[in-house]
């Protein structure tokens, strides 16, 4: 099934892309989400619109990329979450919670579609946390899950 993105896709591509994926995949997930519409002629004609409004985007972004991700790279981000008494958490940490636990450290707003964590996190400990914030520009940053 060819279909067009209209959103950043992770592993399969950004805004305007072209990409050819399962069926399943394109009719269950991409197009109810939005994340995506069908290819057709009349459509390919939109990817032009949407490529020229994300490379005039692009560029005005990237110095604030570079910005964000000297003010992510410098802060100490600590979660509380409730864990019983051997360190495992009463479910798991959500991007939104460590979207959260960095407004609250200090840093900028984020985008919790754009975090990749190392897994799922159910347990106390220090985990690696990576953000894209520009097709060029990776933030890292170390988040802390301490109990509450």
Do not use: C
Not at 15 to 40: C, H, M, S
Not at 129 to 148: G, M, Q, W
Request: charged share 30%; hydrophobic share 40%.
């Amino acid at each position: 099934m060819k279909i067009i993105l209209t959103q950043e896709v992770s592993g399969l591509g950004s805004p305007g892309d072209i990409v050819e994926v399962k069926d399943g995949f394109g009719r269950n997930y991409l197009l109810p989400q939005g994340f995506a519409i069908a290819w057709t002629k009349g459509a390919e004609k939109q990817v032009t619109v949407i490529k020229r409004a994300r490379s005039a985007r692009d560029v005005r972004d990237l110095d604030h990329a570079n910005e964000i991700k000297g003010q992510l790279e410098g802060l100490k981000v600590n979660l509380k979450a409730r864990a019983g008494d051997g360190g495992r958490l009463f479910g798991s940490v959500t991007p939104a919670e460590i979207v959260d636990a960095v407004k609250a450290a200090g840093g900028p707003t984020l985008d919790r579609r754009r975090l990749e964590t190392p897994g799922h996190i159910k347990s106390l400990g220090a985990y690696p946390v990576r953000i894209r914030l520009h097709p060029e520009v990776t933030a890292k940053f170390d988040l802390n899950v301490v109990k509450s």
